[in-house]
């Protein structure tokens, strides 16, 4: 459904005397209302559909010069470049990654691509509670009580005060992540690219130095070029044995190929994975009656040490009224001439 909202209210939203306009792709139910409560707070004329944006749509966008996105879909060259021919300037995903976008191919038809920032508190939330799952093996547990099969587990739990966590990226979800650890009284060790010697804070060691001593390894930092398969099979085979992999962050941080591997040989303990390579077309869909292709994903889910959810640990009420708020919010700044990309 689409649908077109002409607000008059406050001047915010306006420049030279004409409202601005923006198109938002993507939207959920509670988005649109989102949208629809917020672009009236601000002045602005709001066109809002449930359908990706696609080269097939990019009139919607015509007359705005700012659209905004969801990170669900990936954003094709084609669509980029129908929106440029509709007049788009200014691209914000509701997202903090921008890897479903062609950022320097946007740049090269004029357009700017602007991320959005949200509670850090959703991701770190579950990224604990997956950690928790994972060490109380809560998976074969639950499976188990399911079929009234009331039996403990082979295996006794682990506590997290008896266990080191190292966090790979110390951004503002990393850093929430390590708050809530302090509360466990568990020992912690960070890593961040952006001081891959280590730096000066204390428990900040080199990636090979936190991989060899955690118990539970989790990842926060960005997908780029130089983080794809940040953890490859070398790094997987340098981890502690028995350890866990975390994963909150983007699929192709990990070498699933290699992680597979190394959970089938009993080399590491298990995995929590909100986030899968090749997620795209099946997270987010209901595929009960739908072939999956991706071989490495149904092997991850027969795994009894292995937890799958579907890319949902920033879906929290809090975080969704954040990537709304900040996605118009992009859009104005770049409206009123102060664009940042």
Known sequence: MTTSEPISSPATGTTAGITTGITAYGCGRDEAALFRELAARHGVTVTVTDAPVSAANSALAAGNRCVSVGHKTPVTHAALRALARAGVAYVSTRSIGCNHIDVAYAKRLGMCVGNVSYSPDSVADYTLMLMLMAVRHAKPMIRRTDVHDYRLH????????????????????????????????????????????????????????????????????????????????????????????????????????????????????????????????????????????????????????????????????????????????????????????
């Open 154 to 341: 082979e295996v006794r739990g682990r506590e997290l005060r008896d266990l080191t966590v190292g966090v790979v990226g110390t951004g503002r979800i990393g850093t929430a992540v390590l708050g809530r650890l302090r509360g466990f009284g568990c020992r912690t060790l960070t890593y961040d690219s952006r001081t891959p010697d280590g730096g000066s804070a204390a428990g900040h060691v080199p990636l090979d130095t936190l991989l060899r001593q955690s118990d539970i390894v989790t990842l926060h930092t960005p997908l780029t070029a130089a983080t794809h398969h940040l953890l490859d099979r070398r790094r997987i085979g340098a981890m502690k044995r028995d350890a866990y992999v975390v994963n909150t962050g983007r699929g192709a941080l990990l070498d699933t190929a290699a992680l597979v591997e190394a959970l089938e040989s009993g080399r590491l303990g298990g995995a929590a994975l909100d986030v899968l390579e090749g997620e795209e077309g099946v997270f987010y869909a209901d595929r009960r009656d739908t072939p999956i292709d991706s071989k490495a994903l149904l092997r991850l889910q027969e795994m009894p040490q292995v937890l799958i959810s579907p890319h949902t640990a920033y879906f929290t009420d809090h975080a969704l009224r954040d990537t709304v708020e900040n996605s118009l919010a992009n859009c104005l700044t770049f409206e009123s001439g102060n664009p940042h990309d």
